[in-house]
């Protein structure tokens, strides 16, 4: 890449550009990397150069550009903070500060410490100045472009890591681009040969479907025209992985999913309803295949309305009808137009900048919250980064959560006092327990009793940062000795459920293992921090017993069936529960959703319906590893009738 390209590029929206500032940055890079060769025996500043380019496709500023140039010097050559600050002034040395991890000097003995603490570093100036994780996501995806020269072990650790964190911060910022792009790259170094069998199958039927292609093209625009709408129709041209993720979700799994998928470009949102009531009369629509994304925004600010047909020939075609402006958004994020924003109106652009962050500050939260290092990445994927939901208040107002949250987290997000004293909750008008998943759609309604107050076990139930940030808050104010006595009581219910075994009968040699893991002089200590929700029971089982100690023995009569699946193990459930019509099927449902097996089922009823106990269920699971069954316990005790469920 030439200077002249970059700058070429950025002229086309930034006609004001100071090339001569620009034209520095440049050269000073250059001079900087001199003689590195990255991996691929290119020369290293093609690396910084590429992403300064790359950027220019996002519409990024004059700042961005500089910084993405300079954006390694600090962590690959021997210039300095000072050095930046002194050149290029303040706002560029903290945009390079805010991508450079931190020094290995600081974590010799721990790459996860200094892996996590870079994070922390991260989200906390990224918090101040968005703009930091735009140099971010180009610097990954440039990587992730030229990632085959890595080792293959390193290539794969590479794409996760991507998978987990930055796949997800490009969706919360509505990065559509960035976000399929990277999807592309993990899934091509993670399964290659699974990639090139989906990617074989997608080509091969969009050559199929070509000419169904032009005449669904030409039909619309003949619509169009009637009903004097002008619009842009594009072929949109799936990521291999959501190709993928249709097949998974139609149950294909061979790359033979036909189906096609239209933009169609209006200037203005009263021309989106237009154009979706004249394509439902071209084309028979599906059932419930209708989003409005244009009144109900999707929490990256996506915007639009989606529809599915029957279309020519019977193909089953999408539609995406959205405004120009609302297309460059879905494509280069809120912030591609932020610049323009800030010239004409500095406190919208404030505004939007503002909540843009908000899930920043639960970032930051939870790596104030969380004990160890590797609970970070995991509460980050929990609440912050899974794919989100939308529920509605009794006055109609939307509150955005994390898939898999339930009532409780609603009330939490709610108010703190709302949270603490909730008993029950009114789902679309049903009374079910506060537990309950929620789902998009849904009308919540929080029915509380002064007398409540949060319990312990709700930390189990949770999945937001502020449910469990209001909670342990809650129990810091208790006393030492009626925590301790919380503590031991949920740790004991929790070893009794998943070890068979009483606290006083675990070995001090385990306990001393665990004093030393969360840095306590006594098992008192330990308790007292369990009782006010700074460690979760979970966590100190985790070190008290090895995942095999946990997982295998007690099925005597499967050794046959454990040698023939590998790395899993038959584990023995029990579900206690009052019976109801469809039980099972939301029991088995549940279980499936985490691809685990039922490899056997018995039931017993007591045939008396007030026994507090209820009937009991035994099911044999092949189950990956401990977090798995415990992701499986807390789906199944989230159904209506299950009272309660524990390992055999």
Same mark, same amino acid.
């Given at each position: 890449?030439?200077?002249?390209?970059?700058?070429?590029?950025?002229?086309?929206?930034?006609?004001?550009?100071?090339?001569?500032?620009?034209?520095?940055?440049?050269?000073?890079?250059?001079?900087?990397?001199?003689?590195?060769?990255?991996?691929?025996?290119?020369?290293?500043?093609?690396?910084?150069?590429?992403?300064?380019?790359?950027?220019?496709?996002?519409?990024?500023?004059?700042?961005?550009?500089? +910084?993405?140039?300079?954006?390694?010097?600090?962590?690959?050559?021997?210039?300095?903070?000072?050095?930046?600050?002194?050149?290029?002034?303040?706002?560029?040395?903290?945009?390079?500060?805010?991508?450079?991890?931190?020094?290995?000097?600081?974590?010799?003995?721990?790459?996860?410490?200094?892996?996590?603490?870079?994070?922390?570093?991260?989200?906390?100036?990224?918090?101040?100045?968005?703009?930091?994780?735009?140099? @971010?996501?180009?610097?990954?995806?440039?990587?992730?472009?030229?990632?085959?020269?890595?080792?293959?072990?390193?290539?794969?650790?590479?794409?996760?890591?991507?998978?987990?964190?930055?796949?997800?911060?490009?969706?919360?910022?509505?990065?559509?681009?960035?976000?399929?792009?990277?999807?592309?790259?993990?899934?091509?170094?993670?399964?290659?040969?699974?990639?090139?069998?989906?990617?074989?199958?997608?080509?091969?039927?969009?050559?199929?479907?070509?000419?169904?292609?032009?005449?669904?093209?030409?039909? *619309?625009?003949?619509?169009?025209?009637?009903? @004097?709408?002008?619009?842009?129709?594009? +072929?949109?041209?799936?990521?291999?992985?959501?190709?993928?993720?249709?097949?998974?979700?139609?149950?294909?799994?061979?790359?033979?999913?036909?189906?096609?998928?239209?933009?169609?470009?209006?200037?203005?949102?009263?021309?989106?309803?237009?154009?979706? !009531?004249?394509?439902?009369?071209?084309?028979?629509?599906?059932?419930?295949?209708?989003?409005?994304?244009?009144?109900?925004?999707?929490?990256?600010?996506?915007?639009?309305?989606?529809?599915?047909?029957?279309?020519?020939?019977?193909?089953?075609?999408?539609?995406?009808?959205?405004?120009?402006?609302?297309?460059?958004?879905?494509?280069?994020?809120?912030?591609?137009?932020?610049?323009?924003?800030?010239?004409?109106?500095?406190?919208?652009?404030?505004?939007?900048?503002?909540?843009?962050?908000?899930?920043?500050?639960?970032?930051?939260?939870?790596?104030?919250?969380?004990?160890?290092?590797?609970?970070?990445?995991?509460?980050?994927?929990?609440?912050?980064?899974?794919?989100?939901?939308?529920?509605?208040?009794?006055?109609?107002?939307?509150?955005?959560?994390?898939?898999?949250?339930?009532?409780?987290?609603?009330?939490?997000?709610?108010?703190?006092?709302?949270?603490?004293?909730?008993?029950?909750?009114?789902?679309?008008?049903?009374?079910?327990?506060?537990?309950?998943?929620?789902?998009?759609?849904?009308?919540?309604?929080?029915?509380?009793?002064?007398?409540?107050?949060?319990?312990?076990?709700?930390?189990?139930?949770?999945?937001?940062?502020?449910?469990?940030?209001?909670?342990?808050?809650?129990?810091?104010?208790?006393?030492?000795?009626?925590?301790?006595?919380?503590?031991?009581?949920?740790?004991?219910?929790?070893?009794?459920?998943?070890?068979?075994?009483?606290?006083?009968?675990?070995?001090?040699?385990?306990?001393?293992?665990?004093?030393?893991?969360?840095?306590?002089?006594?098992?008192?200590?330990?308790?007292?921090?369990?009782?006010?929700?700074?460690?979760?029971?979970?966590?100190?089982?985790?070190?008290?017993?090895?995942?095999?100690?946990?997982?295998?023995?007690?099925?005597?009569?499967?050794?046959?069936? @454990?040698?023939?699946?590998?790395?899993?193990?038959?584990?023995?459930?029990?579900?206690?529960?009052?019976?109801?019509?469809?039980?099972?099927?939301?029991?088995? +449902?549940?279980?499936?959703?985490?691809?685990?097996? *039922?490899?056997?089922?018995?039931?017993?009823?007591?045939?008396?319906?007030?026994?507090?106990?209820?009937?009991?269920?035994?099911?044999?699971?092949?189950?990956?590893?401990?977090?798995?069954?415990?992701?499986?316990?807390?789906?199944?005790?989230? *159904?209506? !009738?299950? *009272?309660?469920?524990?390992?055999?």
């Amino acid at each position: 890449m030439s200077f002249s390209v970059i700058l070429e590029k950025a002229k086309s929206y930034l006609p004001h550009i100071n090339e001569a500032r620009l034209k520095n940055a440049y050269n000073f890079a250059k001079k900087a990397h001199c003689g590195q060769k990255r991996l691929d025996g290119h020369s290293y500043f093609s690396h910084p150069d590429s992403v300064a380019e790359l950027l220019t496709h996002f519409y990024a500023d004059e700042d961005i550009l500089i +910084a993405a140039l300079l954006h390694d010097v600090l962590e690959d050559t021997k210039c300095t903070i000072k050095d930046i600050e002194r050149k290029f002034g303040s706002r560029i040395a903290f945009l390079v500060n805010g991508v450079t991890k931190l020094d290995k000097a600081q974590y010799p003995y721990n790459t996860l410490a200094r892996k996590i603490e870079s994070l922390k570093k991260f989200f906390k100036l990224s918090k101040e100045d968005l703009r930091v994780i735009l140099i @971010k996501l180009a610097d990954r995806l440039h990587n992730m472009e030229t990632a085959d020269c890595f080792p293959a072990k390193r290539r794969i650790k590479f794409a996760n890591e991507t998978f987990d964190i930055y796949i997800p911060i490009a969706n919360l910022l509505g990065i559509w681009a960035v976000k399929s792009k990277l999807e592309d790259f993990c899934f091509k170094y993670s399964k290659p040969a699974q990639y090139n069998k989906i990617k074989d199958g997608y080509q091969r039927y969009q050559a199929e479907l070509k000419e169904v292609e032009e005449k669904t093209i030409e039909i *619309i625009q003949n619509g169009l025209k009637k009903n @004097k709408l002008r619009a842009k129709i594009e +072929a949109q041209k799936k990521s291999i992985f959501s190709y993928h993720q249709e097949l998974a979700n139609n149950e294909g799994g061979n790359g033979n999913l036909r189906i096609l998928c239209f933009y169609i470009i209006v200037s203005k949102i009263q021309d989106c309803y237009m154009t979706l !009531g004249i394509l439902h009369g071209l084309f028979k629509p599906k059932y419930n295949k209708v989003r409005d994304y244009i009144a109900i925004p999707k929490a990256n600010g996506y915007q639009g309305i989606h529809t599915t047909v029957f279309g020519v020939n019977g193909v089953i075609t999408e539609f995406q009808i959205k405004t120009s402006k609302m297309h460059k958004i879905n494509e280069f994020g809120i912030l591609s137009d932020i610049y323009k924003i800030s010239k004409k109106n500095p406190v919208k652009a404030s505004e939007i900048m503002k909540e843009k962050t908000k899930w920043l500050y639960k970032i930051l939260e939870i790596g104030d919250e969380v004990s160890l290092h590797e609970n970070f990445l995991k509460d980050l994927k929990m609440d912050i980064f899974q794919n989100r939901i939308f529920v509605f208040t009794p006055k109609g107002d939307i509150i955005d959560l994390p898939q898999g949250a339930t009532a409780l987290d609603f009330a939490y997000i709610v108010h703190a006092d709302i949270g603490n004293r909730a008993v029950k909750t009114k789902i679309n008008g049903t009374t079910l327990p506060i537990s309950t998943q929620l789902h998009t759609g849904d009308t919540v309604e929080i029915i509380t009793s002064k007398k409540n107050r949060p319990r312990l076990e709700w930390l189990n139930l949770v999945k937001t940062a502020d449910a469990k940030h209001h909670i342990k808050s809650y129990f810091k104010k208790e006393s030492d000795e009626e925590c301790c006595k919380a503590g031991e009581k949920l740790l004991e219910a929790e070893l009794m459920r998943f070890y068979n075994i009483k606290l006083s009968k675990v070995s001090g040699e385990k306990i001393k293992k665990a004093l030393e893991r969360f840095k306590v002089k006594n098992l008192k200590q330990l308790l007292i921090m369990v009782g006010r929700g700074e460690v979760l029971p979970k966590e100190i089982i985790n070190i008290l017993f090895s995942e095999k100690e946990i997982l295998a023995g007690g099925i005597k009569s499967l050794r046959q069936f @454990k040698k023939k699946t590998h790395a899993l193990y038959p584990v023995e459930v029990v579900i206690n529960y009052k019976d109801r019509v469809g039980l099972f099927r939301d029991i088995a +449902a549940s279980i499936s959703k985490f691809r685990v097996n *039922i490899a056997k089922v018995s039931i017993k009823t007591t045939g008396n319906k007030l026994k507090s106990t209820g009937d009991t269920m035994e099911i044999i699971l092949e189950i990956k590893n401990f977090n798995q069954l415990l992701d499986i316990f807390s789906a199944i005790e989230q *159904i209506d !009738g299950v *009272i309660n469920i524990r390992k055999k």
